[in-house]
């Protein structure tokens, strides 16, 4: 397999699953710092392999290390648990701040790498309002998991759950856009 094709997503999965685990069978504070030693691994392997590393990723360990440090502190898991409601609220919040500027993210990717894009400009910016939604729904209920279920249930919906959360959105994304063009102007 290409390197560039590899799932290299599946190591943002290595501090939770390291954060769980260690919680489970060990104390707090060897829970923490596993999963932040394992989230500085992960870049150093998205690095190595891939030769760079993606602005999500830095962003995702730059909040496991300071909400690691802030729950090491508060003796509080809570804190590190709350990263994917920061990612969310973070990557959303980006999405508004482009669409305030009427600018769409997805274009500017598929001019990037050279591509016409096949739809109309106006379904892009539609679909990333749509995205900016999911995403800031998805950070309050990742909040709500972290404060009210347990390490496991935040395991699940950080991890494997999202991607099936995001499946779901995507099947809704796709039949509205067929309503939308079938739809008589």
Same mark, same amino acid.
Request: hydrophobic share 55%; glycine share 8%; proline share 4%.
């Given at each position: #397999?290409?390197?560039?094709?590899? &799932?290299?997503? *599946?190591? !943002?999965?290595?501090?939770?699953l390291?954060?769980?685990?260690?919680?489970?069978?060990?104390? +707090?504070?060897?829970?923490?710092?596993?999963?932040?030693?394992l989230?500085?691994?992960?870049?150093?392997?998205?690095k190595?392999? !891939?030769?760079h590393v993606?602005?999500?990723s830095?962003?995702?360990? !730059? /909040?496991?290390?300071?909400?690691?440090? *802030?729950? *090491?502190?508060?003796?509080?898991?809570?804190?590190f648990? /709350?990263?994917p409601t920061?990612?969310?609220?973070?990557?959303?919040?980006?999405?508004?701040?482009?669409?305030? %500027?009427?600018? !769409?993210? +997805?274009l500017? #990717?598929?001019?990037?790498?050279?591509?016409? &894009?096949?739809? &109309?400009?106006?379904?892009?910016? %539609?679909?990333?309002w749509?995205?900016?939604?999911f995403?800031?729904?998805?950070?309050?209920? #990742?909040?709500?998991?972290?404060?009210?279920?347990?390490?496991a249930a935040?395991?699940?919906?950080?991890?494997?759950?999202f991607?099936?959360?995001f499946?779901g959105?995507l099947?809704a994304e796709l039949?509205?856009?067929?309503w939308?063009?079938r739809? &008589?102007?």
């Amino acid at each position: #397999m290409d390197t560039a094709q590899r &799932p290299y997503f *599946l190591l !943002s999965f290595l501090p939770a699953l390291a954060y769980w685990y260690l919680e489970t069978y060990h104390d +707090l504070e060897t829970a923490l710092i596993g999963g932040v030693i394992l989230g500085v691994l992960e870049i150093l392997i998205e690095k190595k392999f !891939s030769g760079h590393v993606h602005t999500l990723s830095k962003l995702n360990l !730059s /909040l496991i290390v300071v909400l690691g440090g *802030l729950a *090491l502190l508060a003796k509080e898991g809570l804190f590190f648990k /709350l990263q994917p409601t920061f990612t969310g609220i973070a990557v959303g919040g980006y999405l508004i701040f482009k669409k305030l %500027r009427h600018e !769409s993210l +997805l274009l500017e #990717m598929l001019r990037d790498l050279k591509q016409t &894009p096949p739809l &109309p400009e106006a379904f892009y910016l %539609r679909l990333e309002w749509h995205l900016c939604l999911f995403l800031l729904a998805f950070a309050a209920f #990742m909040a709500w998991v972290a404060v009210q279920r347990t390490t496991a249930a935040w395991l699940f919906w950080k991890t494997g759950g999202f991607y099936l959360a995001f499946g779901g959105f995507l099947v809704a994304e796709l039949f509205f856009l067929r309503w939308t063009i079938r739809r &008589p102007s």
